[in-house]
């Protein structure tokens, strides 16, 4: 069965570091979307991705924070200068059809920033 | 402001019962709504989804129902089993693209 994945499962970086999370969505799917939950806190919606460009951003995703599609599988969400409240762990999904489709998601990726 | 709320935050049964799991929104316009589980420090798996213009959605042991007018939705697992202990999340879709999460209900089902 398709799957979305994502690598590192785990990535620990210093603060003030760039970091890159990376996502392989599952192949058919047009519409990509990453969501983060700090620990022991709700799941929380970052930004969605569609036909090469962000289709709705959250107010946590500021001017630190951006997603690219570099080539026909990967989608990727860079952090260019880390925080401690970064810390979390970082959930991409994929869907085949927008407003009325099913989300799937990967295993997550922890981000740790010391 | 939509807002997702699941009550209770945590439930001990013990394994053959049927029990029911509840999530609430405030705002009743909404896409869809879906549900899924999360086992401790892994990734979240859709369990069913179930759009607005729908009154159930069953997988195997699972039925979730959603009332929109309401603003409920609760999902059904019957003769549970120590391998359905895990956190279930209900989300709903009320704009274009993002889930607004409960905070989740942690299920333990006692052997």
């Known amino acids: 069965e398709p799957e979305v994945t994502q690598t590192p499962s785990h990535q620990v970086t210093q603060m003030g570091q760039e970091v890159i999370l990376r996502c392989v969505p599952i192949s058919n799917h047009l519409y990509f979307y990453w969501y983060r939950q700090i620990l022991g806190q709700k799941v929380e919606f970052l930004v969605s991705f569609y036909n090469n460009e962000i289709s709705e951003k959250s107010e946590i995703f500021d001017d630190q924070f951006s997603v690219e599609r570099p080539d026909g599988s990967n989608f990727t969400l860079k952090i260019r200068s880390t925080k401690l409240e970064d810390s979390a762990m970082y959930f991409c999904?994929?869907?085949?059809?927008?407003?009325?489709?099913?989300?799937?998601f990967g295993p997550g990726t922890r981000l740790t920033v010391t | 402001k939509q807002e997702v709320t699941q009550i209770p935050a945590a439930l001990s049964v013990p394994e053959g019962e049927n029990l029911v799991l509840n999530c609430s929104f405030t705002d009743s316009a909404i896409y869809n709504l879906q549900w899924f589980r999360q086992d401790p420090g892994k990734g979240l798996t859709s369990l069913l989804l179930?759009?607005?213009s729908q009154r159930e959605q069953t997988s195997g042991r699972l039925n979730a129902s959603l009332d929109k007018s309401s603003g409920r939705s609760t999902l059904y697992i019957a003769a549970s089993q120590p391998g359905d202990s895990a956190t279930y999340l209900c989300a709903v879709r009320s704009s274009n693209y993002q889930l607004i999460w409960g905070a989740g209900t942690k299920l333990i089902i006692k052997p």
């Open positions: 179930i759009q607005s």
């Open positions: 999904a994929s869907s085949e059809q927008g407003t009325l489709g099913e989300q799937y």
